[in-house]
């Protein structure tokens, strides 16, 4: 079983193992144990010809050990430390942490820090190999595994969210915990951002260039990447190493969310990018919307000026026709004719009457009374 694990562990992940860097192996694959624990060490790398010397260093510091294999038998205090090898034609490994733990029971991982996508081991040990059951494994101080008969077990690929303080707990006598272990999920890249070399909306026409954009571990510069363009849920063009994609002559169709995607070369770490929004308007386009915005209005305008002269001219038209009532009225030959004749009449009447009234008779009654009486 520790061996399978052990072969599992060295598998590089995606290629992305730089292949002049010498490598440690573990076996069992634990970075942690009890005192007077066995473990082997082994290094891989690239050789001279038949040379296969190795060098080992412990804290820095060479030891007198020139094999590809590193065997502690009993292990002490002394043994722990920051391990790395190197062969005849390598770049020095990377460190491997070995610790040396005194306790009832322990958290061992198969690495402390890794790269995302490569694959963690957890065991809960208990001291001297006793029987643990109804183990819980804890990330963050949350449970996320409960394994009533086993006490081990493996994510095969991580990402940065595996990252925390993990611990166990277990049945023995009774329920035993086990101090925290630290696990660093590294980011090969991060999550890609596509971005479009002119603001949305474009003309129809333009050549827009898309970009889909990704940093790198520095420890892995090599790292290659392929990329994948989308637009909605078609796909424009598939991995390719290429982190440009180009739209020679954007036409109205080419409207969309568009989003890119970052791999590795097999595919086992794949970051997609958020959405990028386009619009493409046709070339007659800025003219409508022109004739849009300006159409209501003007709509508008044309409605409310209308709706005043109509008002005015049937108010006018009324006024009219009240008049011509008045002058068909006026016009009305009979009616013109008697009242014609009324007027004639009053008139006479009028001028007729200071003779025929009473006042005026009166008065010429009065004049005489009043030369009587001078
Ligand atoms: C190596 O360093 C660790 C601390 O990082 C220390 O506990 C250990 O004793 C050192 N080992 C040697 C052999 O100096
Ligand atoms: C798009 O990329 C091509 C080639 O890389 C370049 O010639 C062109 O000017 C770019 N266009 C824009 C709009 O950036
Ligand atoms: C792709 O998107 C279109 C419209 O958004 C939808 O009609 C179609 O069913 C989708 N196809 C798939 C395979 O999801």
């Not at 059951?133 to 409960?146: A, E």
């Not at 696990?183 to 603001?199: G, H």
């Not at 009532?325 to 004749?341: A, G």
Request: charged residues 20%.
């Amino acid at each position: 079983m520790c061996l399978l694990i052990a072969v599992l562990l060295s598998v590089p992940v995606g290629g992305q193992v730089d292949p002049t860097q010498a490598r440690i192996t573990l076996q069992p694959p634990w970075t942690s144990m009890f005192p007077e624990e066995t473990i082997t060490l082994w290094c891989e790398g690239p050789h001279l010809p038949g040379d296969s010397s190795t060098q080992w260093f412990l804290n820095g510091t060479a030891i007198q050990t020139s094999t590809p294999r590193y065997s502690i038998s009993s292990a002490s205090a002394s043994d722990a430390g920051e391990y790395r090898c190197q062969t005849g034609l390598s770049e020095p490994s990377d460190p491997i942490q070995l610790e040396i733990h005194r306790d009832w029971l322990l958290l061992q991982v198969s690495r402390r820090v890794l790269m995302e996508g490569e694959s963690l081991a957890l065991r809960c040990h208990g001291w001297k190999n006793k029987l643990v059951y109804n183990v819980l494994f804890y990330q963050n101080g949350k449970t996320f595994k409960f394994l009533p008969w086993n006490s081990e077990f493996t994510i095969l690929k991580t990402s940065v969210n595996h990252n925390g303080i993990y611990h166990c707990s277990g049945m023995g006598w009774h329920r035993y915990t086990s101090a925290g272990v630290s696990v660093t999920v590294k980011e090969l890249f991060t999550p890609p951002v596509l971005t479009a070399s002119l603001v949305s909306p474009l003309l129809e026409g333009t050549q827009v260039n898309l970009s889909c954009e990704t940093t790198l571990l520095p420890q892995r510069p090599a790292l290659q990447l392929y990329f994948s363009f989308f637009l909605g849920n078609k796909t424009l063009r598939a991995r390719s190493t290429s982190t440009k994609y180009q739209i020679l002559a954007a036409r109205r169709e080419d409207s969309g969310s568009y989003w890119c995607e970052a791999a590795t070369e097999d595919g086992n770490i794949l970051k997609r990018s958020p959405e990028l929004e386009l619009q493409v308007l046709g070339l007659q386009s800025p003219i409508s919307v022109w004739f849009k915005v300006l159409y209501y209005p003007a709509m508008g305008i044309i409605f409310i000026v209308d709706t005043f002269l109509c008002t005015l001219v049937h108010r006018e038209l009324q006024r009219k026709k009240k008049w011509n009532l008045e002058i068909c009225l006026d016009s009305d030959p009979w009616k013109k004719v008697t009242s014609d004749l009324q007027k004639d009449r009053y008139l006479e009447g009028k001028l007729k009457s200071p003779e025929q009234e009473q006042p005026q008779e009166k008065t010429h009654q009065k004049k005489p009374q009043e030369g009587e009486q001078q």
